[in-house]
T-cell receptor, first 111, second 119 residues
Framework: QKEVEQNSGPLSVPEGAIASLNCTYSDRGSQSFFWYRQYSGKSPELIMFIYSNGDKEDGRFTAQLNKASQYVSLLIRDSQPSDSATYLC???????????FGPGTRLSVLP | DGGITQSPKYLFRKEGQNVTLSCEQNLNHDAMYWYRQDPGQGLRLIYYSQIVNDFQKGDIAEGYSVSREKKESFPLTVTSAQKNPTAFYLCATHHTRGQGSGFNHQPQHFGDGTRLSIL
């Protein structure tokens, strides 16, 4: 059973701090990894994707991938109350097949 | 405007009734998916389709049916056999063609969802 695991949270951080969201995956065939943000009552929206080992930065967001450890993370710098949402981690294989979503981590950024 | 349109936004089902949720896309994506999300929970795959006239069951297909008669449309019917249909239903699409090397790192894209409740 291919699984993507995340801590359900809630993860609470003060405004302006760095929020660190983590994700592990069981299938070594997984090659692409995606972070989605889902506000309460809304559909998931893509924030970032990564498929090479290392870091990928986009504005306040940094995705990190370590395939040897089967570990993906999302860092949110200068967290804002508007970042409060559930963050879903997802994986797929090299051909875009076998999408697997994690259960999501609820982030709360406190003013 | 390119995108994925789900309708209706809210739907109420009477006991013993079948209801159909619409999902239409103009992104020219080959693959389409239906997910169910219960409050505070993750996404669970109901059905998916990678080409027209073909679809596969996901993890929780019982009580649901789909069709894929054209590339743009992937309607989901919630049948009376689904005893607990109250949930948020999400349709997603995916661009399945490879990128030169054959690898595909494309994400899934989601519609705005349909919230189904029992009357």
């Amino acid at each position: 059973q291919k699984e993507v695991e995340q801590n359900s949270g809630p993860l609470s951080v003060p405004e302006g701090a760095i929020a660190s969201l983590n994700c592990t995956y069981s299938d070594r065939g997984s090659q692409s990894f995606f972070w989605y943000r889902q506000y309460s009552g809304k559909s998931p929206e893509l924030i970032m994707f990564i498929y090479s080992n290392g870091d990928k930065e986009d504005g306040r967001f940094t995705a990190q991938l370590n395939k040897a450890s089967q570990y993906v993370s999302l860092l949110i710098r200068d967290s804002q109350p508007s970042d409060s949402a559930t963050y879903l981690c997802a994986s797929s294989d090299n051909y875009g097949q076998n999408f697997v979503f994690g259960p999501g981590t609820r982030l709360s950024v406190l003013p | 405007d390119g995108g994925i349109t789900q309708s209706p936004k809210y739907l109420f089902r009477k006991e013993g009734q079948n209801v159909t949720l619409s999902c239409e896309q103009n992104l020219n994506h080959d693959a389409m998916y239906w997910y169910r999300q219960d409050p505070g929970q993750g996404l669970r795959l109901i059905y998916y389709s990678q080409i027209v006239n073909d679809f596969q069951k996901g993890d929780i297909a019982e009580g649901y049916s789909v069709s894929r008669e054209k590339k743009e449309s992937f309607p989901l019917t919630v049948t009376s056999a689904q005893k607990n249909p109250t949930a948020f239903y999400l349709c997603a699409t995916h661009h399945t063609r490879g990128q030169g090397s054959g690898f595909n790192h494309q994400p899934q894209h989601f519609g705005d969802g349909t919230r189904l409740s029992i009357l």
